[in-house]
């Protein structure tokens, strides 16, 4: 055995035994969790907390309706309808702002990390399947090979085989190649009829 088909049965080896723990891999991701999800654990009160916040202050409703607040806020206390609460600098909007703003933000970022870790183990699994497609990729070029290799031997075999034929027939031998050779100068030497 060469040096090459050591390595090659080497690396056959790997990928059958990648092959294998990517299987059991799948089939532990298949199996339904407690959760009933996709093998993902089931959120806890703040993160659904923190997905509900990050989604409503993520959306055009909130926009709206916050600008219209603010800017009701604004005509309020510049024409005196009502009693001036918060006149021109509108410290008390900056406040409420600050404040919105301090809270809101903790509440967008665990949201968004637990984001991050959802899009972390999708990443993770499809690595997992593109190195289950390559492998598997890799077996049918393989298996190709082989075919094409079968198929190059058997038809030089029936090239020997047809070559022996005409050989024993008489057809194809040392006399007839050069009669076939003899013969070419003769059909060139002949005038062409117009």
């Not at 058997?154 to 050069?178: D, Q």
């Amino acid at each position: 055995m060469s040096i090459d088909q050591a390595v090659r049965d080497q690396v056959h080896h790997a990928e059958e035994a990648l092959l294998a723990d990517l299987r059991k891999l799948r089939r532990v991701a298949r199996e339904p969790s407690a959760a009933g999800g996709r093998g993902a654990p089931p959120l806890t009160t703040g993160q659904r907390i923190a997905d509900a916040v990050a989604s409503t202050m993520g959306s055009w409703r909130f926009i709206i309706i916050q600008s219209t607040i603010l800017f009701l806020w604004i005509v309020l206390n510049v024409t005196a309808w009502i009693h001036h609460w918060d006149p021109y600098p509108f410290i008390l909007l900056n406040l409420a702002l600050s404040f919105q703003a301090a809270y809101a933000a903790p509440f967008i970022m665990m949201s968004q990390n637990r984001q991050q870790d959802i899009d972390r183990r999708a990443a993770e699994t499809d690595y997992q399947i593109n190195i289950k497609a390559e492998l598997e990729i890799e077996a049918l070029h393989a298996k190709v090979d082989q075919l094409r290799e079968a198929e190059v031997q058997a038809l030089t075999k029936a090239v020997s085989e047809l070559t022996e034929l005409l050989h024993k027939s008489g057809m194809c031998g040392p006399e007839a190649a050069k009669a076939a050779v003899a013969a070419k100068p003769k059909a060139a030497a002949k005038p062409r009829k117009r």
